[in-house]
Nanobody
Framework: QVQLVESGGGLVQPGGSLRLSCAAS????????MSWYRQAPGKEREFVAT????????NYADSVKGRFTISRDNAKSTVYLRMNSLKPEDSAVYYC???????WGQGTQVTVSS
């Protein structure tokens, strides 16, 4: 069965950093582009970042460009999201997705607060 398991979320102060991980199994990870999305209470789920299957191309939402970095390790079947200079508006549940297949993880909570 396909599984995507996010981890690394938590409570961080404004200006701090976190690295999220998404461990994949049940499919050929290296054949799929991967994405991160996030959803805050009362808001729509929004796109954050995408990385191509070989890790040679990336795309970011304007709101996170210059602060977040998506990367992947195909040998470990894992995609990462490094988040720097965090703001309260970054608080959300962050989800991993196999882009073209539409498979989602369960999400990990990120809270940015003093």
């Amino acid at each position: 069965q396909v599984q995507l398991v996010e981890s690394g979320g938590g409570l961080v102060q404004p200006g701090g950093s976190l690295r999220l991980s998404c461990a994949a199994s049940g499919f050929t990870f290296s054949n799929y582009a991967m994405s991160w999305y996030r959803q805050a209470p009362g808001k729509e789920r929004e796109f954050v970042a995408t990385i191509t299957n070989a890790g040679t191309g990336t795309n970011y939402a304007d709101s996170v460009k210059g602060r977040f970095t998506i990367s992947r390790d195909n040998a470990k079947s894992t995609v990462y999201l490094r988040m720097n200079s965090l703001k309260p508006e970054d608080s959300a549940v962050y989800y991993c997705k196999a882009t073209r297949a539409g498979w989602w993880g369960q999400g990990t909570q990120v809270t940015v607060s003093s």
